[in-house]
């Protein structure tokens, strides 16, 4: 069995090709995949050659965490049907490419343990749920503040704002110093750091993998705020002590979500008190991918990038 898959071969070097798949088992679906993301944090290090070594990174590669799509094959051991749909994020069934992502394909072979059953009437918002997850992940757990002031309206601060309000905790500032980036609020006040006077936010979170406005970030929290690490950085962070002490600041990294975060975004989802609308700015066809990858790393315009393969099928 083979696919038609996105293939980097080395920074910069992307294009559509085929590859084989390793034979599904008795515990694995194999799914065609209807829409991928494409995530402007982690894939375009790999894309840039800028991703600090990483387990399991190695080119070529077929990138993508972040698809949606239909079973068209179920193993004996799964409790899936064919013709559920299902989020994927990502797969390593590759003959030939790593697959350290390996969601961007027309069709792939993945263990069931990872999957998880979406409503088809998502349609490509249904690939959206790994990036709801990982806000999530940030926002929930014991101890854990709601965020009063969001870095980024991305997606990303985008997702961390919607769930803060779902949670039924007092809307959020946003930050965002992009004029295309700023407006989408729902609910929420965007606004340019330069336009903020405060100084006494309990809980920042930042959403912009933006290492160097730590320092600046430090300088907004009040007394014994916390700072909250959301994004992805791949350089060292440092800040100046002294401002940090007098603060006492406390720092907190996001980690990746997990399956308990998948199925609570799923739910809140499925419950109407978390809308994926609005986050999909652009769709192309899987054949250009190439073109797609461009415009959602460099076209500030482009909040998320969506491939979509269609419905032809491989064999």
Known sequence: METTAVILRGPKELGLGRLALTEPGPRDLVVQISHSGISTGTEKLFYTGE????????????P?????????????????RVGERVFVPGANCYDGAFGLFGGSARRLVTDASR??????????????????????????GVDKKMPELIVGHGVLGRLLARLTIAAGAPAPTV???????????????????????????????????????????????????????????TQPLSFAFPPAFMKEARLRIAAEWD?????????????????????????????????????????????????????????
């Open 175 to 233: 930050w965002e110093i992009n004029p295309a980036r700023a407006g989408g609020a729902e609910g929420y006040e965007v606004l340019h750091p330069d336009e903020d006077p405060r100084r006494d936010y309990r809980t920042i979170y930042d959403a912009s993998g933006v290492g160097s406005l730590l320092d600046s970030l430090i300088t907004r929290i009040a007394k014994g705020g916390e700072v909250v690490l959301a994004g992805f950085y």
């Open 64 to 80: 993508g965490y972040e698809a949606a799509g239909e079973v068209v094959e179920a193993g004996s051991d799964t409790n899936f």
């Open 51 to 62: 991703m600090p070594p990483f387990p399991g990174m190695g080119y070529p590669l077929v």
């Open 115 to 140: 999957v998880t059953r979406i409503d088809p009437g998502l349609g490509a918002e249904g690939a959206l749920l790994a990036l709801a997850a990982t806000a999530r992940h940030a926002l929930a």
């Open 259 to 315: 399956r308990e975060d998948l199925l609570a975004t799923r739910q809140l989802v499925e419950a109407g008190a978390l809308s994926l609308g609005g986050l999909i700015t652009h769709s192309v066809p899987a054949e250009k991918a190439a073109e797609a990858y461009e415009t959602a790393f460099n076209d500030p315009a482009c909040l998320k990038m969506i491939l979509n393969w269609g419905a032809e099928h491989d064999a």
